[in-house]
C-alpha cells in the first residue's frame, strides 16, 4: 500500500480518535524494518493532526529512531530481561543496543512507555525486577510515561505451525494458575514503586497526559 492508500483508513477512523485520545500506532513486526514508509506514514499523520505511536523492539541503528522522532509523539518498547544471556536463549540475541536506545530515547526527551511481559521462572525473579527498577531509576532518572507489567500470553503458535518452525515458548512451558501470577504481578509493582518506578498492573491503566 502506499501512504496515501493507508491514510484514507486512518483518517476514516479520525472521530474514533477525537472521542479516545488515541491516534495511530505502528508496530509490527517491527516498525524499524521499513523505517522509511514509517516516517512518511507519521509525518502524513502530523499534517493531519493525528497523534503518533510507534511500537518497537528497539533493536535496531540509533540512526534509524532519530529519523522518526520528530514525528512520533509516543514510544513503546519492552525490556524482557536485563540479564544479556538469559536475553540471547529466548530472544535470540542480547540486551545491549536495545538498552541503549532507551538511554538515547530518554535523553532525547521522547515520551515511552516500558513493557515487561512477566514469564514466572524467566525473568520474575525478584533480582530481575529490581536490577530494571535500577536501570530505569538511576540510568533514566524515572524519566519515562510508565511502566507496565504485563502477564505472558502464549500467543503467534500458529504463525510458528505455518512457517514449520518450533514454538520458543512450546509445550514444556506452563503458565501457573490466574491467582498465582496476578498475584506475582502486583508484588512486582510494589518492588518498583520502591524506586519511584511508575509501575502499573497491565496495560489498560490511563496513560498521564504529557
Given amino acids: ?24 500506532t505502528l508496530n ?26 510507534v511500537e518497537t523492539a528497539m533493536q ?9 522522532f520528530p514525528h512520533t509523539d509516543l ?3 519492552d525490556i524482557k530481561t ?18 541503549e536506545n532507551i538511554r538515547m530515547t530518554v535523553k532525547e526527551g521522547m515520551p515511552l512507555i516500558i513493557r515487561i511481559p512477566v514469564l514466572p ?9 529490581r536490577d530494571t527498577a535500577r536501570f530505569i531509576a538511576d540510568e533514566l532518572e524515572n524519566r519515562i510515561v510508565q511502566l507496565q507489567l504485563l502477564p505472558y500470553r502464549k500467543m503467534g503458535t500458529e504463525k510458528y505451525d505455518s512457517l514449520e518452525q ?7 512451558y506452563k503458565m501457573p494458575e490466574r491467582e498465582v501470577w496476578e498475584k506475582n504481578i502486583l508484588d512486582l509493582k510494589t518492588i518498583m514503586k520502591e524506586y519511584g518506578v ?13
Avoid at 198 to 210: K, Q
Fill in 1 to 24: 500500500m502506499t501512504v496515501d492508500e493507508v491514510m484514507k483508513e486512518v483518517v476514516a477512523d479520525r472521530a474514533f480518535y477525537l472521542k479516545s485520545g488515541g491516534g495511530l
Fill in 28 to 53: 509490527g513486526g517491527e516498525v524499524t524494518v521499513q523505517w522509511k514508509f514509517a516516517k512518511e506514514l507519521l509525518i502524513a499523520s502530523h499534517k493531519q493532526h493525528i497523534h503518533t505511536c
Fill in 60 to 68: 535496531c541503528a540509533p540512526e534509524v529512531l532519530k529519523e522518526l
Fill in 75 to 77: 514510544w513503546i518498547t
Fill in 82 to 99: 536485563m540479564d544479556t544471556e538469559v536475553h540471547k536463549k529466548y530472544v535470540g540475541m542480547g540486551n545491549e543496543r536495545i538498552l
Fill in 121 to 129: 521462572g524467566i525473568n520474575n525473579s525478584e533480582e530481575n525486577i
Fill in 166 to 172: 518450533a514454538y520458543p515458548m512450546g509445550d514444556d
Fill in 198 to 210: 511508575p509501575a502499573v498492573a497491565g496495560s489498560s491503566s490511563t496513560i498521564p497526559t504529557f
